[in-house]
């Protein structure tokens, strides 16, 4: 913490738990926090990855000694303190070398490597598990199936030895990297992933919640800075944001219902126009104006919408910007003028579109001249400063990992588990309930 600027409130057993506040005044881009992660590893649903940095890696390459995806450049950097050395010392210990035969495979192990990392760190007592909340939840489910077999087979120095992780120590780290880890990310100026993982930081886990929040935090590799965005008075609690800005109510309280299992009441959550964005609402066939409620109605000239139909547009609306991706100009803006005429001037659908636009005007001066590109970035620029002061919105910005699929809120979870569960059915070598025979030679 910035010496002298803000003081840790509060308990774990009351409502908010402990949270941040400021101890005096704060200006508008006051550092107030920069920390290096207690764990680093894969994200439990990700790209194939290096084991190590998270660095994207091309094609499938494996450590000599345990079997697990690791770079070039990782495998032949010597570093006797790197979390890989610990857990493929702990691994060739127990004999266990891990053999995929495809990248689909290889990404299966992800999701217990940094809950691993964090077992071997012994402690996160500090951290908010969720335990009783999770069991028998689709998270809990997916690491008691895919998780829990291998972790708890795992013993010090051999085969011999007492074993480590009990079930309910394991679902706990779990528990804990789910709830209070932050994504790591970098990217290309063109917006492609170069890494991706996830990291667990000791005090930035007391920042609360605000989905119109004081706080924003960078990332310089692994270490994480967080800075005011607007100013901040003396007293006043000091927020982050859990999910991205940019999507819309209903999103949002279904991620913090399911996944860190409380409901936020910030004043935006309680705004139906989500402080005038009108994030989620339909453009009304009849006026253009924004419809609002469930199913939506426009209070203008009183058109309505079944939900139906709004599940509809939304799903065609989504697949249409899904698969935009290096397209002409003509088809660009055409795509714009058709989203506009069902969507408000800022859904997030719509501003999903504008961002991709944006990426692709950089490399086309035509489209970067254009009086829609001047547009787009003076609507998403405006739409970051109402929800975020301070935050830029030019480029991909926060918007990189919003969801694909348009998820109405319902259980988002469930949705991702099923698909995640689905996929591993179809695996040939996989993470068996009862054995690790079969991920290891």
């Avoid at 990782?74 to 979390?83: Q, V, W, Y």
Wanted: net charge negative.
């Amino acid at each position: 913490w910035t010496e002298g600027l803000v003081r840790v409130e509060g308990c774990p057993q009351s409502g908010p738990g402990r949270f941040v506040v400021a101890n005096t005044d704060l200006p508008a881009g006051q550092v107030v926090l920069t920390e290096s992660p207690l764990v680093f590893g894969p994200k439990q649903s990700s790209a194939l990855v290096c084991v190590q940095c998270c660095g994207v890696l091309e094609e499938l390459r494996s450590c000599q000694r345990c079997g697990l995806p690791l770079c070039l450049n990782c495998s032949t950097t010597s570093s006797e303190d790197s979390s890989h050395q610990a857990e493929c010392l702990l691994f060739s210990q127990n004999q266990i070398l891990f053999s995929f035969r495809s990248s689909d495979e290889a990404v299966k192990v992800y999701s217990m490597v940094t809950v691993l990392r964090l077992l071997m760190q012994g402690t996160w007592d500090q951290f908010e598990t969720h335990a009783e909340q999770r069991t028998d939840s689709p998270i809990w489910i997916y690491n008691q199936k895919f998780v829990v077999p291998l972790l708890s087979q795992l013993r010090a120095g051999g085969p011999d030895g007492e074993l480590l992780f009990p079930q309910d120590r394991i679902h706990e780290a779990a528990g804990a990297l789910d709830t209070n880890t932050f994504e790591v990310k970098t990217v290309d100026s063109a917006g492609a992933v170069l890494s991706i993982g996830r990291a667990l930081y000791q005090q930035a886990a007391l920042f609360n919640n605000s989905c119109s929040p004081t706080c924003t935090r960078t990332f310089s590799g692994q270490q994480v800075t967080f800075s005011t965005t607007r100013a901040v008075s003396a007293g006043e609690e000091l927020t982050i944001c859990y999910t991205g800005l940019l999507q819309p109510t209903s999103i949002r309280q279904a991620v913090f219902s399911q996944t860190k299992h409380f409901t936020c009441c910030c004043a935006r959550c309680s705004d139906q126009t989500e402080m005038g964005t009108f994030l989620s609402s339909m453009a009304c066939p009849e006026c253009g104006l924004n419809m609002t409620a469930s199913p939506p109605a426009c209070s203008a000239c009183g058109e309505t919408i079944t939900s139906d139909r709004e599940h509809q547009v939304l799903e065609m609306c989504q697949n249409l910007v899904k698969r935009l991706d290096g397209q002409e100009c003509m088809v660009w803006l055409s795509s714009l003028k058709k989203l506009k005429r069902f969507l408000s001037v800022h859904h997030f659908i719509l501003v999903q579109l504008k961002q991709k636009f944006l990426l692709h005007a950089k490399t086309c001066a035509a489209c970067s001249e254009g009086q829609d590109c001047r547009e787009c970035r003076e609507q998403v620029q405006w739409l970051f400063n109402t929800l975020q002061p301070g935050v830029g919105g030019g480029g991909a910005g926060e918007w990189g990992e919003e969801r694909s699929k348009v998820m109405s809120g319902g259980d988002i979870v469930k949705q991702v588990m099923k698909t995640k569960l689905g996929e591993s059915s179809h695996l040939t070598t996989n993470i068996e309930a009862n054995t690790i025979a079969k991920l290891t030679m």
